[in-house]
């Protein structure tokens, strides 16, 4: 279906998704590291130009509204040549002091802009659908392009059905390049002759052109598209609900919580549901580990000695993997808030040592604060006799 064959208005996870990426005025698109893309709006050579604003909202309205690119384009084109965002121009790179003749506004960009945009916005609301119906539709079928010409390597996927949780669709869940107009389809199961087989990933070196970062890109995948804007917006939203969270008042902070521990997602972090392999380095499966989930609140005083101003913390699903699968513990039930509330004994340096006795047992919850001022529960897990003496002893001393 093309862009333009549209709904009333988009859905509320599309809206979402496109919300809550914050703008980020750049001069280069590959100032922005590809996974950020996901996270945040941003346009090239806007850096310095008072125009992301007036592309955001008109994006904004193309998305929400579904309008055809006509009308997106005749609609911005005129703010954006009274503001002088348009034509070829010699600006100076703030990065690098230079002066540089460069293609601000254009027609062919205003369309890549419109296409990628709408297209991404509409896979991660999809990829909402496809979450909540793979109970019963639990495998994806990967369907050819309607463009006319087709990309070799995307045309070998066609037919490749696989898992919905499998850590393929994190890299190969279109679209997967500038104007890919590839898609899937929810199945019961794999129809008769679908290859249920990843296909060979292929990954190639690619060097970031301003930062000079070098990281390996799936073959047949533009660099930068090779995510999926469906797990970027779950990512977005455990940061919004921190941020929600982190905004309340403390009793009420405790009981949200305490209710999302209920929540089918608390399941899938706390119980490995990504299939996370910490040996698994590719881009695909790190991607799978960075999703996290509120599962506790951090005591004031707590939070002090860690110097963070959150007092949420959360799990990701590469922790939730070692504290399930490595040491065996089913936080659903173990007293982890408890722990936090009432330690035995609590060692506070770069991170929180708290140890708990439960069931007779002795157990460390490890709590790290990230540089961006993110409280994650990193261990649970049981502490020998010994382990027990010596943090009672530095507990002591302390």
Request: charged content about 30%; hydrophobic content about 35%.
């Amino acid at each position: 279906m093309a862009v333009e064959d549209l709904f009333q208005s988009a859905p509320k996870e599309v809206i979402e998704y496109f919300d809550r990426r914050p703008s980020r005025p750049s001069f280069r698109w590959d100032e922005v590291a590809p996974r950020e893309h996901a996270l945040q709006f941003t346009v090239a050579r806007t850096a310095g130009f008072d125009v992301l604003d007036d592309i955001r909202a008109a994006t904004r309205k193309a998305v929400v509204d579904r309008i055809p690119f006509d009308k997106f384009r005749d609609e911005l084109v005129p703010t954006l040549r009274a503001k002088g965002w348009w034509g070829e121009k010699r600006v100076t790179d703030p990065r690098t002091g230079e002066i540089a003749k460069v293609q601000l506004g254009s027609l062919r960009r205003l369309n890549l802009i419109y296409d990628a945009n709408i297209r991404s916005a509409e896979a991660a609301g999809d990829w909402a659908r496809i979450q909540r119906v793979k109970d019963v539709l639990p495998y994806l079928e990967y369907l050819t392009s309607t463009s006319e010409r087709k990309r070799p390597l995307h045309l070998s996927w066609v037919g490749t059905t696989l898992p919905v949780d499998d850590g393929w669709w994190a890299t190969h869940y279109p679209p997967n390049g500038w104007r890919c107009k590839c898609r899937v389809r929810s199945r019961a199961m794999p129809r008769e002759g679908a290859s249920t087989t990843r296909p060979k990933l292929d990954a190639r070196p690619w060097t970031n052109g301003t930062t000079g970062e070098t990281r390996l890109v799936p073959a047949g995948i533009d660099p930068g598209w090779d995510h999926n804007p469906g797990r970027a917006r779950e990512q977005m939203v455990s940061t919004r609900l921190v941020e929600r969270l982190d905004a309340m008042g403390t009793q009420a902070r405790r009981e949200a919580v305490t209710r999302m521990r209920s929540d089918p997602l608390f399941d899938y972090v706390a119980t490995n549901g990504a299939g996370f392999d910490p040996k698994d380095r590719s881009e695909s499966m790190q991607a799978a580990g960075r999703l996290r989930w509120p599962v506790a609140v951090l005591p004031d005083h707590l939070a002090g000695q860690l110097g963070s101003t959150s007092r949420v913390a959360t799990l990701s699903v590469t922790d939730g993997a070692k504290i399930h699968g490595k040491h065996g513990i089913d936080l659903a039930t173990f007293p982890l808030q408890e722990a936090l509330d009432e330690p035995d004994a609590i060692l506070a340096e770069s991170k929180l040592v708290l140890m708990k006795r439960w069931r007779g047992k002795a157990y460390a919850v490890v709590v790290k604060r990230s540089g961006a001022d993110e409280l994650f529960v990193n261990s649970v897990h049981r502490m020998s006799d010994r382990q027990v003496r010596e943090m009672e002893d530095a507990a002591g001393r302390s």
